[in-house]
């Protein structure tokens, strides 16, 4: 009996054709019209800051699969994602050896000395970015203001390697070209005894507009939550994300918000203001829904959503630090095992067997 | 998936491959030419393999019966046309492990001679629905949508149990496969006369006959079919791939659960497939055994795709060779539907009872990627018709954590295949819950062994320990009637002076004696009466306790002995000392 040539294997025989790497990439493109305005918005330093972290976490992934002698997943493209994702969540002027300690502390902490991709517990961008913010608070909370890369005051490519490799401003003094965030603004203002429209209105000019299109200070990817948003529901439209995660998040965060305004108004800031500041889009729809880092159960991600959004609200309004979203996400991160184990679907036929 | 999110779903998930269809839908059904040779399997269906009931050189008639079955939950094997049987070996089968299968081999003689005592029912819907299910039993008829569960068994609820419905799979949900949809459009006077047979049978009055309306012509044959016949309704179906399980179907058509580990009966209602259906009109008409079913040959590897009507035995080769022959670019040839059915290691497989479609498939349509880890990203939740969580259960699978596999609902997986379809990862979910299934089987089976070679050895060591101790009692005896002995020669011997430690000693010993009699006596009874009501009882606990008993009996018996020996001893040594 002659055996056939045919490769033989176990049901089913045919695949829908999602793979990893399609799946990485379309959260990459998701990124990409954020990313552009970044780039524009903040100049030649932004896409250095991406470049850098990106390039870092690829090349530690290459040295762990050879150090874990398995081949190359460089072409998942999950590192690359890491990278990105790193950068979005930096400001746009950071020292180069901050991005590479971030980028090389993201993949190697973050997720190859748990077994690599699918095994890590945190969001490896989130964990790199909390970390960078512990280690380096003066290089993690120094917020270029926005400069057009077209514009006759943008820096040029030189100038740009200049700030990001040695620090050199040349002539320009940092006070004159950093500012505050809009959420930076309001805790220091506000700690200080001032009114939330004291300290926003009145000195820094806020607007709701200009800050959702992204032409105010704030990390690379923190600057147009319009168009983070439109890359998220392009995602959920190619059904690699459901709207679970972010649309619970961002009710976590602004359902309480908005309670809080009604009832004061001048010490809390409306609900919309928690929503176009600060990193709560970004890690809405890019940074919670991580898919090996949040639940997979629908109830669960519920729970989950809603949980990042409250905890980054109440960071915002007590903690320690103005911007929430990391830490929310990072400690949520730690919940989701147990949110899967107490949210399993009903079953096809489980409840008449209770019924029996 | 993109197209499968705007389709009304009527279960929970479910995925939408192509369809491939257009491939072999169009193909009318046709005959083959007769096989030189046949490899009947005796073992065609879910339950215990037949027991071979011809021997090799003896001439077979068409329709004879050649596997008595063995068992209960079994069906028999019939000679699919006349010959001889050249040999009863194991030979290979469409087996997902590439196992082989006691087949009868038969050379066929061309002649296609009818056994001629089959029969049909004479008027069958006045007849005992109870005739009807032993003339469905004993033509072998089986589910022919793949699953090949003996039909009668299906067709004679449990008591107390009624089917209020009679469910018809006409759904055909793998891709490819048009073998139903032919049989429907082609043979509906069969499949409607089958419905009435089976609803008598089962002594039911409504029947609903589940189509997905990608077969629009199958939908209009049926519906024309039953127009005047209000009991019998047509429901076409949304596409939706697994449809045609029999729990899906249920839920789609009458939105009602079947309960997790019951049966559909459970609802009132009973799922057959319509070519099974098909084949019970021709049994109780014709007494006709179950011997021949609808093949879809398809796939982009195959040169003329086809709906033909096969033997069962018929070699894949054999198909394949009548159709055109394979494609130089064939990867996979796979027996069934893409999504459920195997892969064959040997074209000498020979077609079954269950073989509802044979295709070659190329590179195009089975692309092949590496498995990469999983990344957690829910799709297989989403996919799934069960609602379970494969990702907990792969882990838990691949682990060898199998009783955590079994809590994440295991047993409710019907391996459709939807979770392996969707995976990213391209991870073999199906495979893994297949091993987990498998391993939990072996597992229970070697316990079930050794409990059944404790028992033994527990009846064997109480058995052992009541001979011991009926030695022991009389050896003590013995001993005791010595020392007695002894003493009284020695007290006539022995001079005043030393009658104080001599009398002393005596004593000892014959107290030690009586002590140890007594104490060997008291354990033995214990003892036994434990073992007795461990052996009587058969319970696990009582036995184990009594062979603990028998094991302390034991060891306070062999330092009693000791003791008494070392007693004896002494009082033996103070004896020949006074003397």
């Not at chain 2, 269906?45 to 209960?72: R, Y």
Request: aromatic share 6%; hydrophobic share 45%; with cysteine.
């Amino acid at each position: 009996m002659a055996q056939m040539s045919l490769n033989v294997i176990s049901s089913p025989h045919v695949h829908g054709g999602d793979s990893i790497p399609k799946v990485m990439k379309t959260v990459i493109y998701a990124l990409m019209p954020a990313t552009a305005l970044s780039v524009v918005m903040f100049g030649w330093p932004a896409l250095l800051v991406i470049l850098l972290t990106t390039l870092s976490c690829m090349v530690t992934e290459w040295v762990f699969m050879k150090i874990r002698n398995r081949a190359s997943t460089l072409d998942d493209y999950s590192a690359a994602l890491t990278g990105l994702l790193l950068a979005l969540t930096l400001p746009p002027h950071t020292p180069w050896w901050v991005c590479v300690v971030g980028g090389v502390f993201a993949i190697a902490v973050g997720k190859q000395i748990y077994g690599g991709l699918g095994n890590n517990m945190f969001n490896p961008a989130l964990i790199a970015r909390v970390f960078l913010l512990i280690s380096f608070p003066v290089e993690l909370t120094t917020w270029p203001i926005p400069v057009d890369i077209f514009g006759p005051a943008s820096y040029g490519l030189y100038d740009s390697f200049a700030i990001i490799f040695s620090g050199d401003y040349g002539s320009l003094s940092m006070d004159a070209i950093t500012g505050a965030t809009p959420l930076g603004q309001y805790r220091m203002e506000t700690g200080l005894g001032k009114t939330v429209q004291d300290a926003l209105y009145g000195l820094y000019n806020f607007d709701h507009a200009q800050v959702a299109g992204g032409l105010v200070g704030g990390s690379i990817g923190e600057t147009s939550a319009a168009l983070l948003g439109l890359g998220g529901i392009w995602m959920i439209r190619k059904k690699l994300i459901t709207w679970h995660i972010p649309v619970s998040m961002i009710l976590g965060c602004i359902v309480p918000a908005g309670l809080f305004w009604l009832a004061n108004s001048t010490v809390y800031p409306d609900p919309i203001f928690h929503l176009v500041t600060g990193g709560l889009v970004l890690g809405a729809f890019f940074m919670a829904t991580d898919m090996v880092t949040s639940p997979v159960t629908f109830k669960g991600q519920l729970i989950f959503g809603f949980l990042c959004g409250l905890l980054t609200w109440i960071i915002r309004t007590w903690g320690g630090y103005p911007e929430g979203v990391s830490f929310a996400v990072v400690i949520m991160n730690t919940a989701v095992p147990l949110i899967d184990q107490y949210t399993r679907p009903t079953i096809y036929g489980a409840v008449k067997k209770t019924e029996q | 998936m993109g197209i499968a999110s705007k389709i009304r779903r009527l279960f929970h998930g479910g995925v939408h491959p192509p369809e491939y269809k257009d491939l072999s839908e169009n193909c009318g059904i046709e005959a083959m030419p007769m096989p030189e040779r046949l490899f009947v399997p005796l073992h065609q269906h879910i339950g215990a393999p037949c027991d071979p009931c011809v021997s090799v050189g003896d001439k077979v008639l068409k329709g004879q019966v050649i596997g008595k079955p063995a068992g209960f939950v079994s069906s028999p094997v019939h000679a699919p046309t006349s010959g001889t049987i050249v040999d009863i070996k194991e030979h290979t089968v469409g087996h997902p492990s590439g196992l082989t299968m006691l087949c009868a081999i038969i050379d066929t003689d061309g002649a296609d001679t009818w056994l001629d005592t089959l029969k049909g029912i004479d008027d069958p819907m006045n007849a005992e629905p109870s005739s009807l299910r032993d003339q469905i039993r004993n033509a072998g008829i089986v589910g022919l949508g793949g699953a090949t569960f003996p039909t009668f068994i299906k067709l004679s609820p449990p008591k107390g149990k009624v089917a209020e419905l009679l469910l018809i799979n006409g759904v055909e949900c793998e891709p490819y496969l048009t073998c139903d949809a032919r049989l429907m459009e082609e043979q509906t006077e069969r499949v409607i006369d089958g419905i009435h047979l089976t609803l008598h049978a089962l002594q039911t009055k409504k029947c609903i006959i589940g189509i997905e309306n990608n077969k629009p012509r199958a939908i209009e044959a049926m519906q024309k079919a039953v127009a005047d016949e209000p009991n019998i309704t047509v429901q076409a179906l949304p596409v939706m791939y697994p449809q045609g399980g029999e729990k899906q179907l249920i839920e789609a058509v009458t939105k009602k659960q079947v309960p997790s580990g019951g049966l559909p009966v459970d609802v009132g209602v009973i799922v057959h497939n319509v070519a099974t259906i098909a084949a019970i009109s021709d049994a109780i008409r014709d007494g006709k055994p179950l011997i021949n079913r609808l093949v879809t040959v398809s796939g982009l590897g195959i040169n003329r795709p086809a709906n033909v009507d096969a033997l069962f035995g018929t070699p894949v080769q054999s198909l394949i060779d009548h159709c055109g022959g394979l494609k130089q670019e064939t990867k996979r040839v796979v027996m069934g539907g893409p999504m459920m059915g195997v892969t064959l290691h040997y074209m000498e497989a020979p077609v079954t009872k269950g073989t509802s479609g044979l295709l070659a498939m190329t590179a195009k349509e089975a692309h092949e990627e590496q498995e990469r880890p999983c990344i957690r990203c829910g799709s297989c939740l989403q996919a799934c018709p069960v609602s379970l969580m494969p990702t907990e259960m792969a882990w838990f699978s691949r682990t060898e954590q199998f009783d955590m596999a079994k809590d994440y609902n295991l047993y409710d997986c019907i391996e459709c295949g939807s979770c392996a379809y969707v995976c990213p990862s391209n991870i073999p979910l199906v495979h893994y819950f297949r091993f987990a299934k498998l391993s939990i089987g072996a597992a229970e089976r070697e316990a079930r062994q050794a409990e059944i070679s404790k028992k033994r050895t527990k009846i064997k060591d109480a058995r052992v320990v009541k001979e011991q101790e009926a030695r022991a009692a009389k050896k003590a005896a013995m001993k005791a009637k010595m020392a007695a002995k002894r003493k009284a020669s020695a007290s006539a011997t022995k001079k005043p002076a030393a009658t104080d430690s001599t009398a002393a000693g005596d004593d000892k010993a014959a107290k030690a004696a009586r002590a140890a009699k007594a104490a060997q006596a008291a354990k033995a009874a214990r003892a036994k009466k434990a073992a007795a009501s461990g052996d009587a009882g058969g319970d696990d606990d009582k036995a184990a306790k009594a062979a603990r008993a028998a094991k302390a009996a034991k060891a306070a018996r062999a330092a009693k002995a000791a003791k008494a020996a070392r007693a004896a001893k002494a009082a033996k040594a103070a004896t020949e000392q006074s003397e």
